[in-house]
T-cell receptor, first 113, second 114 residues
């Protein structure tokens, strides 16, 4: 029979373009958010985090934006490279859950050379 | 910095056998987590420890699963008896603090139960 699995959103970009990956979260009490990158055969790798008292944070080639009003998180990758091809997860955490981190389904980013 | 170390990387076993997965967290981290990843359900938290004490095991599927953390540098996840539906990638992660601290993941153990 047909297997049913998570349908990962996909994003395909040209090398050198900017990428924007979006994430909606549901818990309005969440106050700490993280983006992870997972390459094939590896565990999720920490990219950048943001606390709820901020709406923007920048790292090396990456920027995370947080919109608490609409419970939306985004990851922007500047000058996307082939090595950026991976599945990207957002994760949320609340003090109430004491570091019980919940992950989204993920978005698959493919970078075309 | 060695990172989180998991063993084995791959495990193939027959239904009914006992399986033990191992994890060495990053030194100095006081929280440890076991996750399971499948295509059907994504990343699921199974259990987490703080200072070697299990805090939340509500994600453990059933009594066939058990986890221990005898000291700050070692944890095991045991499945007994294993079933084909347990086939998945099992990740261990650790974090420095209990809150507002990113998790650092190992590279996982891919378990196949035939």
């Amino acid at each position: 029979g047909e297997s049913v699995g998570l349908h990962l959103p996909t994003l395909s970009v040209q090398e050198g373009d900017n990428s924007i990956i979006n994430c909606a979260y549901s818990n309005s009490a969440s106050d700490y958010f993280i983006w992870y990158k997972q390459e094939s055969g590896k565990g999720p790798q920490f990219i950048i985090d943001i606390r709820s008292n901020m709406d923007k944070r920048q790292g090396q080639r990456v920027t995370v934006l947080l919109n608490k009003t609409v419970k939306h998180l985004s990851l922007q990758i500047a000058a996307t490279q082939p090595g950026d091809s991976a599945v990207y997860f957002c994760a949320e955490n609340t003090a109430y859950n004491n570091n019980d981190m919940r992950f989204g389904a993920g978005t698959r980013l493919t970078v075309k050379p | 910095d060695a990172g989180v170390i998991q063993s084995p990387r791959h495990e193939v076993t027959e239904m009914g056998q006992e399986v033990t997965l191992r994890c060495k967290p990053i030194s100095g981290h006081n929280s440890l987590f076991w996750y399971r990843q499948t295509m059907m359900r994504g990343l699921e938290l199974l259990i987490y420890f703080n200072n070697n004490v299990p805090i939340d095991d509500s994600g453990m599927p059933e009594d066939r699963f058990s986890a221990k953390m005898p000291n700050a540098s070692f944890s095991t996840l045991k499945i007994q008896p294993s079933e084909p539906r347990d086939s998945a990638v099992y990740f261990c992660a650790s974090s420095r603090d209990t809150y507002n601290s990113p998790l650092h993941f190992g590279n996982g153990t891919r378990l196949t139960v035939t």
